[in-house]
């Protein structure tokens, strides 16, 4: 018997040659996506005579199993409590001539190409004794599994819909925060909730209360337009953070508010035109649209924000002034302050050298990365929505960040 090591390259190499000189495939396997190995495979779809598919996790493509949904010699193992579908077994015969290929390789675009793998190419006869014990494995795994079915099909592509934000956030590289040696708050991501709201409180409750007082107006001003753009240019100006205190009090429920909380934009005079017009009071489109990608309720994901990203530049396309950190995340946290906290010079460096990162390089396009998922992993970030006062600083939790980074001055003259 022929036994030869192999890396993921040389993995899905040998199996596009194994595939088209072997008649029959045995196979089980963990996981199985689109690649340009799964076009051949399903292009040879008749020499399949035994294939277990596993959808743990759900790392399977729906997509992928849809198409191999009428051959009736693919199942997919379904899975058993406290217990993974875990295999990687490609067998071939040709009469008595057999091969199997076995090790940490899916059948997946980066177990056969770009992954960090390690596989055995068996080689022999059909009786071998390795040989026939692998693939009697595998017609086991077979029968164990089950048809694909359009029920089950249609109940598998809800699912991995439902868990895809989740998929996303566990196949990035682990984010390990390292604090400044000059961190006002080196313990800031392992606080917990409790430990996290004393901290807010031990600021300042007289300006907290009225942060949350802000906050909650915003949370009413945006839940009765369905569009940033059918808000009143006042209280737009408001949300933006930069209404003059005679506008401000002309409109009673926003009257008598500091705005300048989470972010004073007064001095953003570019911004400024973008949120309401000077003649019209209208809100630039793209600035509109970007507000609007932000869903107003439930998880926001990084492809919401990169729409924002994306939106908010084109608002500013015609300026020789782009529009900038500090005016984008004050839009942000004011519309989801649970997800987001404006970002402006009186807080940039002392965040950054609480989560461990450098000022320089943060930007519109590493925001995401850089503050947001960092302090998604937090504990008081994650923690359950408690009652009360606290309730309130929950719903507020990732903007009120800016309580622990406040001074006089960073709202002084505001309105």
């Known amino acids: 018997m022929k036994i030869t090591h192999l890396d993921a390259k040389e993995t899905g190499q040998a199996l596009k040659r194994l595939m088209l000189e072997y008649r029959d495939f045995h196979w089980a396997v963990a996981w199985a996506t689109v690649s340009p190995l799964s076009t051949e495979l399903l292009k040879l779809q008749r020499k399949i005579k035994r294939l277990v598919i596993g959808i743990d996790f759900d790392h399977t493509s729906p997509e992928l199993l849809r198409h191999l949904m009428p051959a009736k010699s693919v199942h997919v193992a379904t899975g058993k409590a406290n217990s993974t579908f875990h295999p990687k ?7 008595d001539r057999a091969a199997v290929l076995i090790g940490s390789s899916n059948f997946t675009r980066g177990g ?11 080689e022999g006869g059909a009786n071998d004794p390795p040989i026939q014990s692998l693939m009697a494995d595998v017609d086991a795994w077979w029968k164990e ?15 991995c819909a439902a868990t895809k934000e989740h998929r996303k956030a566990l196949a990035k590289k682990l984010i390990v925060p390292k604090p400044k040696a000059d961190a006002k708050h080196p313990t800031l991501l392992s606080l917990t909730w409790q430990e996290y709201v004393e901290e807010i409180k031990r600021h300042g409750t007289e300006h907290l209360k009225l942060r949350l007082q802000v906050l909650g107006k915003a949370a009413t001003i945006f839940s009765e337009s369905s569009s940033f753009a059918d808000i009143e240019p006042i209280e737009r100006k408001a949300l933006a953070g930069y209404v003059g205190i005679n506008e401000r009090d002309s409109i009673p429920r926003i009257a008598h508010l500091d705005w300048g909380w989470f972010g004073s934009m007064k001095g953003a005079g570019f911004f400024k035109n973008r949120v309401a017009d000077g003649v019209t009071g209208r809100a630039n489109r793209y600035l509109s649209d970007a507000v609007d990608c932000i869903p107003p309720t439930g998880p926001v994901t990084e492809d ?30 004011i519309k989801r302050p ?14 950054a050298a609480d989560i461990g990162f450098a000022a320089s390089k943060l930007s519109l396009d590493s925001y995401w990365e850089l503050v947001i998922e960092s302090v998604m992993t937090a504990k008081w970030w994650s923690a359950r929505r408690p009652s009360g006062l606290d309730r309130r600083i929950w719903d507020g939790r990732m903007a009120l960040l800016d309580v622990m980074y406040y001074t006089p001055r960073s709202v002084a003259g505001t309105a």
Request: aromatic letters at 12%; hydrophobic letters at 40%.
């Open 89 to 95: 077994v490609y067998g071939f015969v040709s009469g």
């Open 112 to 122: 056969t190409h770009a992954n960090e793998e390690a596989c055995l190419l068996l």
């Open 145 to 159: 599994g089950v048809e694909i079915t359009p029920e089950f099909l249609d109940a598998y592509e809800r699912r």
């Open 304 to 333: 919401d924000y990169n729409g924002f990203v994306q939106r908010f530049r084109k608002a500013f396309a015609d300026s020789e002034r782009q529009g900038r950190m500090a005016s984008a995340t004050r839009l942000l946290a």
């Open 338 to 351: 649970d997800y987001f906290v404006c970002v402006d010079s009186q807080n940039r460096s002392e965040l």
